[in-house]
Structure formats: structure tokens, C-alpha cells
């Protein structure tokens, strides 16, 4: 027989054998949405929220193809993993069935998750605005962070939620929250606040309701034992030291073993904060260099300012000081970066109650629109000691948004469903002499 057919032959013998020996491939698994949340926002807008997946390149949203069906098979659109957000619009063919969607993760590689269903959601026509809610409460946790409950308002399809810092003015914390909690991480330890919260359906938003000013503590544990904490670090100050990095310095505290540094700063909803913890050294000036490299390397900070906000509190085994604060302003713009920050506590910037004129518009106002929030940036303007943010949705008037001291330059606005509500935005500077002509964002 030639050599060829056997070889074939033999071929054919033992394929079915090594093909039985293989061990089973196990498709990998992409993690399924959890949490998802359908919320009612407008006549035929529904915002629809789940939890972000570690590994998820992208979300995929679906929704009921006809009238009839029951099952979301519709692809309605992809969002970026870094956006657990969508905002449907309902069709008008539907508008009188249970709306139903799912959503599914898909990696890099293309490998999909199961479809999560979100609970069905009837479209509500609401016959007046809800009430405002009750027994608002803030309470400081002893991770540093705001713990925000009310009482449910009848009617209500979610909530909004404003925070500012004690007697100055209000900026958007939560846009539509569900349920009747929440918890504000975006806060400085050893600072007052605010809250104003009130209740919103299809129809609009109900008068708001303000908590009484809470003060967030370190994130620090008391020991047991005799003694006392440290004090308070002194003279902590922020200062551009590099393309992408700020020096932090402050005095020693008596008797301290380290210190907890935390840090800050959003571009529009990726959050770069962070908590590093520092070893305390016998010199009389300690330091430590912030790298935020990172922030400033990403789309979502590109070409903005950036305004690190900086707490730091002494610890050792007795527990950990009240915090001292600064705040930094780096620029990501080409040309470099600039600016610096003041010492301890909050300051201002521009001439003070002695100004001899107004202070000129801001310069280079910078907007970007992301899924569920804006962030917002500017060139300071001299002279000025606060600058005044209004907002303006489809085509409505303008209401003040935020009010913030004239050494700020970047402002976040959490807004759900900024995209599809393509906000408008314009500021103002002011000093004691008066304020500058308002400036658009474009």
C-alpha cells in the first residue's frame, strides 16, 4: 500500500481519539449589569441605570420592537462601560404598553454577558407635581462621606438633590436619584454643607427642603487608652510642580505617625479622587508629590483646567486630626500648566470689597456634555471674587445653578440625561464693584 494512504489511513484512526481527549473549551464570562433602575422623567423619557462592571467595554441597551411583544429584543443603542446610563425615548406606537428593557456587557475580546431585564415601567401621566419630601436628614459617616435619607413624597418618581457648602450658594449633586437615599462622596472632611432635596415626576419638581448643615469627619479610629489625636496639620498648601504634578507641603503635627491624604477632582463623570496615606518624617516640613498624570493623559480631562481639592488629617494610634484643606488649578492645555493654590482653609482671589470696577467676562469658557453630567471650565477673570453659573434646558430660563469662589475655574454638573436635555450654560463674574456681562458656554 503506498506510503501515502497509509499515512492517511492512520489519520483518520486517530483523529476521533485526540478530538475525544480535548478538554472542553469554557467561553469566558463578561459580568452581567446589576441594579438596574428605570426611571419615569418626562412624558416618554424613561433613564434607565445599572452598576458599572469591571472588564466592560461597552453596555448594550434593548427595548420592545412592537407593541405586541414582550421581550426587549430591539437593539436601541451601545453606551461606553464607563457610562452605566441610557435614556429612552418612547415611541408613540408604545406609549400605552408596559415599557420592558435589558441591557448586556460585551469586552474587548466580544464576549457578552446575559441579558439583564430592568423592571417594567408603565408611562404615568401624573396629575399635578408631587409635594416636596420630608424628615430630610444629613448625617457624617465615619468614612468622611454625607449619608442623605427622606421620607418618600407621594407621586414622586425620583428626587433631585443640591448641595452647597455652609450659607453659600447651591450646585447639582444628583439630578434624578431613585429611591430615598443617598450617599455624597464628593465632600471635604472638617467642611459644612448644605442640602436641598426635593421630589420630581413626569410633570416637574416640587419645592425643595433643606437639612440642617453637617460637618464630615476624617475617615480616622479612635484608639483606646489615654491621650489624644494629633492636631491638625498647619500651612497645607498646593503648588504646580510639573507638567502633571502638584507638591503638597505642610508643617509637622505633635505626636503624628502618618497622615491620610485625600484628594478630589472629576472631569465630568470620571472620577479621579483618591486616599494615599503618607509616613510622617522627623523633618519640620513634610511633603508630598500628587501625580496626576492620569487625569491629565485621559479624554475626559483634555483641554480642561483642572482643580484638585486636597484634605489631609494627622494620624496615629489614637486617631486622626481634624483635616486641613487646599486646593490646586493645573491646566491640561498645550503650553503647559500654571497656577497655584493658597494655604490652609479657603481663600479667594481678586481685589476684595475695595474693587475700584467690575471684573472683565471670563475667557476661554470650555463645555463638554457626557451622559449624566457637564463639566464646565474657564479662564479666571481679574478682579473677580466669585463667579455666578446658570443653566438653561430646552430653551427655559436661566436659573442659577452654582455660585463659586473666584479662585475656581472647572465646576461639574451631575445633570441625568445631559445629553439628550442639551443643557445651556453662561457665567458671570462679580466682585464688589458689580459683574462682568454674562459669557455663554458654547
Known sequence: MPNGLRRGALGALLTPAIAASA???????????????????????IVLTWDTMPGVAEYRVYGLPTAGATTATKLLGRVPGTYP?????????????????????????????VRVDFPAVTLATPTAVPPPPIGASAIATTTGDVQLSWTAAAGATAYEIMRAPYRQGFHMVCARCPGTSYVDRGVIPGESYEYSIAAANALGISTRVRTPPVTP???????????????????????????????LTWQASFGA??????????CGSTDFSRTVTVGATPAAQQRFTDDLSAAVSSAACGGLTLAPRYALSATN?????????????LSTTVGGTSGTSGTSGSGTSGVG?????????????????????????????????????????GGGTW?????LAGNVTAMLDNLAGAAKLNPKYRITAVNAAGSSVPVAFP
Open 23 to 45: 478538554p472542553a473549551q469554557t467561553p469566558a464570562q463578561t459580568p452581567a449589569p446589576t441594579n438596574p433602575v428605570a426611571i419615569q422623567i418626562s412624558p416618554r423619557e
Open 85 to 113: 446610563r441610557f435614556v429612552a425615548v418612547v415611541p408613540v406606537a408604545l406609549a400605552k404598553v408596559a415599557q420592558q428593557y435589558a441591557v448586556e456587557s460585551a469586552d474587548a475580546r466580544g464576549n457578552v454577558s
Open 217 to 247: 469627619g476624617g475617615k480616622g479610629v479612635a484608639g483606646s487608652g489615654g491621650g489624644t489625636p494629633p492636631p491638625a496639620p498647619a500651612q497645607l498648601a498646593a503648588v504646580v510642580s510639573g507638567a502633571t504634578t502638584m507638591d
Open 257 to 266: 505617625t502618618s497622615y491620610q491624604l485625600r484628594r478630589i477632582l472629576f
Open 317 to 329: 494610634a489614637l486617631g486622626a486630626s481634624s483635616p486641613s484643606t487646599a486646593s490646586g488649578v
Open 353 to 393: 470689597a475695595g474693587a475700584a470696577s467690575a471684573p472683565p467676562p471670563v475667557g476661554a469658557p470650555h463645555a463638554v456634555i457626557g451622559t449624566s453630567s457637564v463639566s464646565l471650565s474657564w479662564r479666571a477673570s481679574p478682579g473677580a471674587t466669585s463667579y455666578r453659573i446658570e443653566r438653561a434646558i
Open 399 to 403: 436659573q442659577l445653578a452654582a455660585t
